[in-house]
């Protein structure tokens, strides 16, 4: 059996890494970017923690908390790039596409085949499902796990084979059409749902 320190590291590691984190924002998002480093960091183990190294990961979250602070109301947020040290913060050997939007069922398997259908691998994914509270602005005011509230949002990084500005851009636009068609799906669903019910208590 191994012994306990190692299955107590993860957990030491991540709150590093979301301390870290909390230091690179400003002041008033320093308690929501800490939790969100903290769920995003949740399910990685030790061997991914250990390969790509405490302060990588701290920079990756601390850019993708700053691109997640902000977002309107019932839209999805999509990014395709290629991370540069100098711009990002940090960097990998992969390009990364990443999404906030609304929770809602088939998510992943729409960027999952999103990804397949241009040829390329997908290398990792992190979908941490978060509770949400912003200001009628977009603004985030605080983070927490998700406990089924109304106002879960799915968070994805997904990281793939590096390619070019002009390919991430086509996989960009077809993730937001992909996130549309889910949203218009579940918004008809439940709208089929209720008429159902209507039609059903109408019965004699």
Do not use: Y
């Amino acid at each position: 059996m191994s012994p306990s320190w190692v299955w107590a590291w993860p957990s030491a590691a991540i709150a590093a890494i979301a301390a870290a984190v909390r230091g690179k924002v400003a002041r008033a998002d320093a308690n929501a970017a800490e939790a969100f480093a903290k769920l995003v960091c949740a399910d990685l183990g030790a061997e991914e923690l250990s390969q790509r190294g405490s302060d990588t990961w701290a920079a990756l979250c601390a850019d993708l908390f700053g691109w997640f602070r902000n977002r309107p109301a019932g839209r999805a947020s999509v990014r395709a790039f290629n991370p540069d040290r100098d711009r990002d913060g940090w960097t990998c050997p992969h390009a990364v596409v990443g999404a906030v939007t609304d929770d809602a069922p088939f998510l992943v398997d729409s960027l999952e085949m999103v990804v397949a259908g241009t040829g390329l691998r997908l290398h990792r994914l992190l979908h941490p499902v978060l509770e949400a509270r912003r200001d009628a602005h977009g603004n985030i005011g605080a983070v927490a796990a998700c406990d089924g509230a109304a106002s879960a949002e799915s968070v994805m990084h997904a990281e793939i084979d590096r390619v070019d500005d002009a390919t991430l851009q086509q996989i960009q636009s077809a993730v937001e059409a992909a996130f549309g068609d889910v949203r218009a799906a579940v918004s008809d669903w439940q709208v089929m749902h209720d008429k159902m019910l209507a039609t059903a208590d109408a019965l004699p």
